[in-house]
């Protein structure tokens, strides 16, 4: 035989006036952010050392190695990926600029191939009719 569920006992209208106070009580905390657990991200921790990330800025030193700096330093393990999102997003740290491929190159340098040879076409396909030209003038066809 199947077990029937037990209904979950609600508390009496009574019960639930009485403890109304420590509800209000519990709202105004969790709306302060001072109710349960206070969950921490590693932009928190990064905050707290901010002033001290700031120095590297401008200075051309790796992530890698400030990322390194701060996990010798604090005992804080950051990857530099993370690093360079909270530098360039939080701290306003300037992104580089993507660098073309080797593939992108080739499209670039086949494109110009093709349009020298275009434009090599159109000069030997106006000589052509310039040529003629002259020569219907020099035989008195105009």
């Given at each position: 035989?199947?077990?029937?569920?037990?209904?979950?006992?609600?508390?009496?209208?009574?019960?639930?006036?009485?403890?109304?106070?420590?509800?209000?009580?519990?709202?105004?905390?969790?709306?302060?952010?001072?109710?349960?657990?206070?969950?921490?991200?590693?932009?928190?921790?990064?905050?707290?050392?901010?002033?001290?990330?700031?120095k590297?800025?401008?200075?051309n030193v790796?992530?890698?190695?400030?990322?390194k700096?701060?996990?010798?330093?604090?005992?804080?393990?950051?990857?530099?990926?993370?690093l360079r999102?909270?530098?360039?997003?939080?701290?306003?740290?300037?992104k580089?600029k993507?660098?073309?491929?080797?593939?992108?190159?080739?499209?670039?340098?086949?494109?110009?191939?093709?349009?020298?040879?275009?434009?090599?076409?159109?000069?030997?396909?106006n000589?052509?009719?310039?040529s003629?030209?002259?020569?219907?003038?020099?035989?008195?066809?105009?």
């Amino acid at each position: 035989m199947a077990e029937k569920k037990k209904k979950r006992a609600w508390p009496s209208d009574e019960e639930m006036q009485k403890r109304l106070d420590d509800l209000e009580k519990l709202a105004d905390q969790a709306i302060e952010g001072e109710y349960g657990e206070q969950r921490q991200s590693i932009t928190d921790k990064l905050d707290l050392i901010r002033d001290t990330i700031q120095k590297f800025k401008g200075k051309n030193v790796p992530y890698t190695t400030i990322a390194k700096v701060i996990e010798d330093g604090v005992g804080l393990k950051v990857s530099e990926q993370t690093l360079r999102k909270y530098c360039q997003d939080k701290l306003g740290w300037p992104k580089r600029k993507k660098k073309k491929s080797e593939n992108e190159e080739e499209i670039n340098i086949s494109n110009d191939t093709q349009n020298d040879n275009r434009e090599i076409k159109e000069s030997e396909s106006n000589e052509k009719a310039n040529s003629r030209d002259n020569l219907s003038n020099k035989k008195g066809f105009a």
